[in-house]
């Protein structure tokens, strides 16, 4: 029924920017915390970025702070990773996660590739 699907991804050029959307349906009436994570061929997936139900962000990992941003719709459940400057090593499956009480629920991914 929670389904969790994410949107954005392409081809870009090194030094160019994407931005990812990821927006969750089939539950009601309550916001929860949501998340971006990325999986690289052959590499474990990693957290790129966290957003509480109420707009808090967590600290970025130093491979990203200060190109990656996460932003939450003011009203939906929905969430956005603005990407900028982007480099081939960003080259992944974004995934977005959300968490509906103790059960997680995740998107299908959107690759992003970076590549000139």
């Known amino acids: 029924q929670v389904q969790v699907e994410e949107s954005g991804g392409g081809l870009v050029q090194p030094g160019g920017s994407l931005r990812l959307s990821c927006e969750a349906t089939?539950?009601?009436?309550?916001?929860?915390?949501m998340s971006w994570y990325r999986q690289a061929p052959g590499k474990e997936r990693e957290l790129v970025a966290a957003?509480?139900?109420?707009?808090?962000?967590?600290d970025y990992p130093a491979s990203v702070k200060g190109r990656f941003n996460i932003s939450r719709h003011r009203t939906k459940s929905m969430i956005y990773l603005q990407m900028n400057n982007l480099k081939p090593e960003d080259t992944a499956i974004y995934y977005c996660?959300?968490?509906?009480?103790?059960?997680?629920?995740w998107g299908q991914g959107t690759q992003v590739t970076v590549s000139s």
């Open positions: 089939g539950f009601t009436f309550a916001n929860y915390a």
């Open positions: 957003i509480t139900s109420t707009g808090i962000t967590t």
């Open positions: 996660k959300l968490r509906v009480l103790s059960r997680d629920f």
